[in-house]
T-cell receptor, first 117, second 110 residues
Framework: EAQVTQNPRYLITVTGKKLTVTCSQN?????MSWYRQDPGLGLRQIYY???????DKGDVPEGYKVSRKEKRNFPLILESPSPNQTSLYFC????????????????FGDGTRLSIL | QKEVEQDPGPLSVPEGAIVSLNCTYS??????FMWYRQYSRKGPELLMY????GNKEDGRFTAQVDKSSKYISLFIRDSQPSDSATYLC??????????FGQGTRLTINP
C-alpha cells in the first residue's frame, strides 16, 4: 500500500528541547515536502526536496531544518522549538522526475500534532 | 491580501444536493490548480488537478478554472454524507511553490 508515514503522531514538549519528526514514503517518489497547518492560515510549505541531497526553503522555514540523505526519508528537525511552532505538520510526497505536475503533492501523511509549551 | 482566498464555511447541505466550492486568487501567474479533500484527523488527498483554464470532470466531481476572473470552482453532484470533509484549493506557478486556500468545511446531511 502506498504510504507516507509520519512519527510521532502527537507530541507535547517544552521550549528549547530539540525534536525530530520523521517522514518516510514507500513509493520511490523524488519530491517530498513539509507543511504546517494552522487555523485561518491553511497549509504553508516549510521545506521541500526535489531529490536526495537537494532541499530548499518554502514559505515559512524559520526555526526548522531538514535533510534528505535517502530517497525515502525526509525528517523535519526543530533545533530549539518555541511555542509559535505549535501546529499540525504534514509531510507529502509526489513522483517528481522534473515534470511540473509531478511535483504537486499527491500523498500526504496523516499529520503530526506538536504542542510546544 | 492573501494570494488565495477561500470561504472557510462551514457549509451544510442536504444529501443529493449540488455543492459548489470556490476560491479566488490574486496572482495571475498561477497555472496549476488543485483541489484536495481532507477528512478529520487525516492528511489531505489530491482530488482534482487542472492545468490552465477550462473544466475537468471525474465522476461526481467537476473542477472549473476561469483565469480571466481568477476564480476556480469545485462542483460535487449528488452529494453523499461521505463527502463531508474540508476541501482545500491550491495553486502554483510552477514546480515548487504551492499556495493553499484555508479550506472550506463541508457537511452533507442525510
Amino acid at each position: 500500500e502506498a504510504q507516507v508515514t509520519q512519527n510521532p503522531r502527537y507530541l507535547i514538549t517544552v521550549t528549547g528541547k530539540k525534536l525530530t519528526v520523521t517522514c518516510s514514503q514507500n513509493m520511490n517518489h523524488e519530491y517530498m515536502s513539509w507543511y504546517r497547518q494552522d487555523p485561518g492560515l491553511g497549509l504553508r510549505q516549510i521545506y521541500y526536496s526535489m531529490n536526495v541531497e537537494v532541499t530548499d526553503k518554502g514559505d515559512v522555514p524559520e526555526g526548522y531544518k531538514v535533510s534528505r540523505k535517502e530517497k525515502r526519508n525526509f525528517p523535519l528537525i526543530l533545533e530549539s522549538p518555541s511555542p509559535n511552532q505549535t501546529s499540525l505538520y504534514f509531510c507529502a510526497s509526489s513522483i517528481g522526475r522534473g515534470r511540473v505536475q509531478g511535483n504537486q503533492p499527491q500523498h500526504f501523511g496523516d499529520g503530526t500534532r506538536l504542542s510546544i509549551l | 491580501q492573501k494570494e488565495v482566498e477561500q470561504d472557510p464555511g462551514p457549509l451544510s447541505v442536504p444529501e443529493g444536493a449540488i455543492v459548489s466550492l470556490n476560491c479566488t486568487y490574486s496572482n495571475s501567474a498561477f497555472q496549476y490548480f488543485m483541489w484536495y479533500r481532507q477528512y478529520s484527523r487525516k492528511g489531505p488527498e489530491l482530488l482534482m488537478y487542472t492545468y490552465s483554464s477550462g473544466n475537468k470532470e471525474d465522476g461526481r466531481f467537476t473542477a472549473q478554472v476561469d483565469k480571466s476572473s481568477k476564480y476556480i470552482s469545485l462542483f460535487i453532484r449528488d452529494s453523499q454524507p461521505s463527502d463531508s470533509a474540508t476541501y482545500l484549493c491550491a495553486m502554483s506557478q510552477g514546480a515548487q511553490k504551492l499556495v493553499f486556500g484555508q479550506g472550506t468545511r463541508l457537511t452533507i446531511n442525510p
